[in-house]
């Protein structure tokens, strides 16, 4: 056994995406060996030039990759891309039907011209009355009611981050492998489409299913109906806001007692899960006493030791100083333009070992001349192809 963890060593991967979606497929078949290389306009992908929170998407999601700049506008850069094609074993894309009809890379064509080839579509629906629309994260979490569940009534509110996106483009990757493992018994590749909205469908499949099981919608998240004693955020001595949970019995016997709130342990009305949640009112503002009397950093070593979920309220920039996510293989360093960034490694170990591979990121057409010229096109035709000379195809 090799100590490097690269079971798509061998396969190719070309990627003509933008924003999230499509790069995190990329981004993810990358980790695991593949050669990915990404097909950009002459002027680069667009999401390059994205400020703000939009600033990170290009060189996070592209880490590991090979830049290759094509003109699909030419004659002669359609032609070098479906050359390139036929030297891949998996086409991702994320672009509208119509774009991909007009460039020649739609699915229907690209499947009868390579058999084996694994087409992967990251689109905002899947087929049917939607399939056209334009979709975003957003707007997904607006449709599926995830945005309802997470802001109080009235104030529907947007996760955090990009997770449809970053899931959908590892339900992408997903769809890829088993494709992908599937033509070694076949020798056929797959066209496999993967949804934002569907996505976004499945984050919200426990709310759809309470109510299918009671007949009654859920309330959003900030007012929902507890099912735990204790599930709450407090503040310490000093103000910081800790969460605390006690979601078993023997978690609400441990909380009493490290709060020294033993006299609840006996009380006649809190003798089961439900007497202690139909209690809430009371007992909370208790707990809530003892955690304002004490500071977090007093209080979080105890609270590991008595198996009691909790956590600081934290920003994701702490999270470079959090000693569990900066301990060895935590992170991947990579080189963007003329400075280095780190970010968190995929969420699994082999072996004990986490992937921090990730890699740089690369240049617009970095890779032109190892990539194109290896697919025999002359010199002043890859002019045309990159987009180096006004010459018209």
Same mark, same amino acid.
């Given at each position: 056994?090799?100590?490097?963890?690269?079971?798509?060593?061998?396969?190719?991967?070309?990627?003509?995406?933008?924003?999230?979606?499509?790069?995190?497929?990329?981004?993810?078949?990358?980790?695991?060996?593949?050669?990915?290389?990404?097909?950009?306009?002459?002027?680069?992908?667009?999401?390059?030039?994205?400020?703000?929170?939009?600033?990170?998407?290009?060189?996070?999601?592209?880490?590991?990759?090979?830049?290759?700049?094509?003109?699909?506008?030419?004659?002669?850069?359609?032609?070098?891309?479906?050359?390139?094609?036929?030297?891949?074993?998996?086409?991702?894309?994320?672009?509208?039907?119509?774009?991909?009809?007009?460039?020649?890379?739609?699915?229907?064509?690209?499947?009868?011209?390579?058999?084996?080839?694994?087409?992967?579509?990251?689109?905002?629906?899947?087929?049917?009355?939607?399939?056209?629309?334009?979709?975003?994260?957003?707007?997904?979490?607006?449709?599926?009611?995830?945005?309802?569940? $997470?802001? @109080?009534?009235?104030?529907?509110?947007?996760?955090?981050?990009? *997770?449809? +996106?970053?899931?959908?483009? /590892?339900? %992408? !990757?997903?769809?890829?492998?088993?494709?992908?493992?599937?033509?070694?018994?076949?020798?056929?590749?797959?066209?496999?489409?993967?949804?934002?909205?569907?996505?976004?469908?499945?984050?919200?499949?426990?709310?759809?299913?309470?109510?299918?099981?009671?007949?009654?919608?859920?309330?959003?998240?900030?007012?929902?109906?507890?099912?735990?004693?204790?599930?709450?955020?407090?503040?310490?001595?000093?103000?910081?806001?800790?969460?605390?949970?006690?979601?078993?019995?023997?978690?609400?016997?441990?909380?009493?007692?490290?709060?020294?709130?033993?006299?609840?342990? $006996?009380? @006649?009305?809190?003798?089961?899960?439900?007497?202690?949640?139909? *209690?809430? +009112?009371?007992?909370?503002? /208790?707990? %809530? !006493?003892?955690?304002?009397?004490?500071?977090?950093?007093?209080?979080?070593?105890?609270?590991?030791?008595?198996?009691?979920?909790?956590?600081?309220?934290?920003?994701?920039?702490?999270?470079?100083?959090?000693?569990?996510?900066?301990?060895?293989?935590?992170?991947?360093?990579?080189?963007?333009?003329?400075?280095?960034?780190?970010?968190?490694?995929?969420?699994?170990?082999?072996?004990?070992?986490?992937?921090?591979?990730?890699?740089?990121?690369?240049?617009?057409?970095?890779?032109?001349?190892?990539?194109l010229a290896a697919l025999d096109i002359d010199a002043a035709t890859l002019a045309r192809v990159t987009g180096q000379s006004g010459q018209a195809a």
């Open positions: 056994m090799t100590d490097t963890f690269a079971p798509l060593a061998g396969i190719r991967v070309v990627e003509m995406s933008h924003m999230i979606m499509g790069p995190s497929c990329g981004m993810f078949l990358g980790y695991l060996g593949a050669e990915v290389i990404k097909v950009e306009p002459p002027q680069g992908d667009k999401t390059r030039s994205l400020t703000g929170m939009g600033r990170p998407m290009f060189p996070l999601f592209n880490r590991g990759k090979k830049s290759v700049t094509i003109d699909v506008k030419t004659d002669a850069g359609r032609a070098a891309l479906d050359k390139l094609l036929s030297t891949a074993d998996v086409f991702v894309e994320n672009f509208r039907d119509a774009s991909l009809v007009k460039a020649g890379v739609d699915a229907q064509t690209l499947r009868a011209k390579y058999p084996k080839l694994v087409f992967a579509a990251c689109k905002g629906f899947l087929s049917g009355p939607y399939q056209n629309r334009t979709a975003l994260d957003e707007v997904v979490q607006m449709m599926t009611g995830l945005a309802y569940m $997470t802001g @109080p009534t009235g104030t529907p509110l947007r996760v955090g981050s990009s *997770a449809n +996106d970053i899931m959908g483009g /590892l339900f %992408a !990757a997903f769809s890829v492998i088993a494709s992908l493992m599937e033509r070694k018994e076949t020798g056929k590749g797959r066209e496999v489409r993967v949804g934002l909205f569907e996505n976004c469908l499945l984050l919200v499949a426990q709310h759809m299913v309470q109510f299918e099981l009671e007949g009654k919608n859920p309330p959003p998240m900030p007012e929902r109906e507890f099912s735990w004693p204790v599930y709450d955020i407090f503040k310490d001595k000093n103000g910081k806001q800790i969460f605390v949970g006690a979601v078993t019995e023997g978690q609400w016997a441990a909380i009493c007692k490290l709060l020294e709130l033993d006299d609840l342990l $006996t009380h @006649p009305q809190l003798q089961n899960r439900m007497d202690q949640i139909n *209690a809430r +009112d009371w007992t909370i503002p /208790l707990v %809530a !006493a003892k955690i304002a009397a004490r500071t977090e950093e007093d209080l979080a070593p105890e609270f590991e030791a008595a198996g009691l979920p909790f956590s600081p309220i934290a920003k994701p920039s702490d999270m470079y100083d959090n000693p569990h996510v900066m301990r060895k293989g935590g992170m991947s360093t990579s080189a963007y333009e003329d400075t280095t960034f780190r970010a968190p490694a995929l969420p699994f170990e082999v072996d004990g070992v986490m992937l921090t591979g990730g890699g740089d990121v690369p240049e617009i057409g970095r890779d032109n001349a190892e990539i």
